[in-house]
C-alpha cells in the first residue's frame, strides 16, 4: 500500500502541468505569486509571507535550469510509517540525473532478513533487480521509487500555504527551512485531466483525500535543495508516511542509463 500510494503522488505530479503557484510564506496566505519575479542573483530573503513566496520561486526556477545540464546530485533517503497497522522502515541512497534519470538501492531494515532492491529510472521508465529475480533486471520498480528530479520542483510549485522557519545550517550549509503545504486536490484534478485510464483516474481521486507537506531546506547561497522531508498522510486508506532525503554534491556530472539486458 505506501508503495501505491508514492506511485501514485509520483504519477500525479508527471501529469500535471507545472505551475507557478509557490506557496506563501505564512500559513493562512494562499499562494498567488504567479505575476511576480525577482533576480535570484541578488538572493537576499526573509522569514516574510512575500519573500518566502519569492524564494520558493525562485529555488523552483533554479531546479529548473539544471534540466538540460545532465548534472544531479547524490542522496541518502530514509522512509519511516504505519500502513494498515503495518510500520515501515527503509533506507536507500542513490544519485538523480537531470533532467528524469535516478538510481538508488534501497534495504527494508525492519524485516528479519534485509532485502537490497536497485532501481533504475530513465524518461519515466523504472527497472529493478532483487535477489528473488537472480540479480536480473527486470521492467517495474519491486520496491519504492527513486526521487524524481523533475518533482523537486513540482512539490513547490503546487504549494497552497507555506512557513518559513529561518536559516538552519545543513551539513556545513547555510539553508532556509520552508514548509509547504501541497494542495492535493489541485494537483490531482489537474493530472485527471491529461489521462483517461480508468484505474488512474480512480487512484487520482483516491489521492484527493492525502495530505501532503514538505520541508525544505534551500541553500541561502545557491538555492540548492540540501535536504527534503515529505510527510504524506491518507486517512481512508489508513496509511501515514515520511520521508526524509539529503542531497549532496550538486552539480556532479551523473551518467545513469538503463541497464544493458534491457
Known amino acids: ?5 508514492t506511485r501514485i503522488l509520483i504519477i500525479a505530479l508527471c501529469l500535471a502541468p507545472f505551475v507557478a503557484v509557490s506557496g506563501c510564506g505564512s500559513q493562512d496566505t494562499p499562494a498567488n505569486t504567479a505575476g511576480q519575479s525577482r ?5 537576499t530573503y526573509s522569514k516574510s509571507p512575500e519573500s518566502t513566496s519569492l524564494l520558493l520561486k525562485d529555488a523552483s526556477d533554479a531546479l529548473r535550469a539544471r534540466y538540460a ?8 533517503m530514509e522512509t519511516t510509517g504505519v500502513t494498515s497497522g503495518h510500520s515501515i522502515g527503509m533506507r536507500a541512497e542513490g544519485d538523480i540525473a537531470f533532467p528524469d534519470k535516478a538510481r538508488m538501492t534501497s534495504s527494508n531494515y525492519l524485516t528479519p532478513q534485509p532485502v537490497s532492491v536497485d532501481v533504475v529510472t530513465v524518461g519515466g521508465k523504472a ?3 532483487t535477489p528473488a529475480g537472480s540479480g536480473a533486471w527486470q521492467n517495474g520498480d519491486a520496491g519504492m521509487p527513486p526521487p524524481d528530479p523533475q518533482n523537486i520542483a513540482g512539490f513547490m510549485d503546487y504549494g497552497r500555504s507555506s512557513r518559513n522557519f529561518g536559516h538552519e545550517n545543513i551539513n556545513g550549509h547555510d539553508t532556509w527551512d520552508v514548509q509547504v503545504d501541497v494542495d492535493m486536490v489541485m494537483l490531482a484534478t489537474d493530472a485527471m485531466k491529461r489521462t483517461s485510464d480508468p484505474q ?3 487512484e487520482l481521486e483516491a ?10 531546506w534551500i541553500g541561502a547561497d545557491d538555492l540548492a535543495i540540501y535536504q527534503m522531508l515529505v510527510k504524506t498522510t491518507n486517512p481512508l486508506a489508513g496509511f501515514d508516511q515520511a520521508q526524509d532525503i539529503f542531497f549532496t554534491n550538486w552539480g556532479q556530472h551523473v551518467e545513469i542509463t538503463a541497464p544493458r539486458e534491457m
Do not use: N, Y
Open 69 to 76: 545540464s545532465g548534472e544531479g546530485a547524490h542522496f541518502t
Open 39 to 43: 533576480d535570484p542573483a541578488t538572493r
Open 1 to 5: 500500500m505506501p508503495r501505491i500510494l
Open 200 to 202: 488512474l483516474l480512480k
Open 127 to 129: 527497472f529493478s533487480r
Open 207 to 216: 489521492l484527493k483525500s492525502s495530505v501532503v507537506t514538505v520541508d525544505f
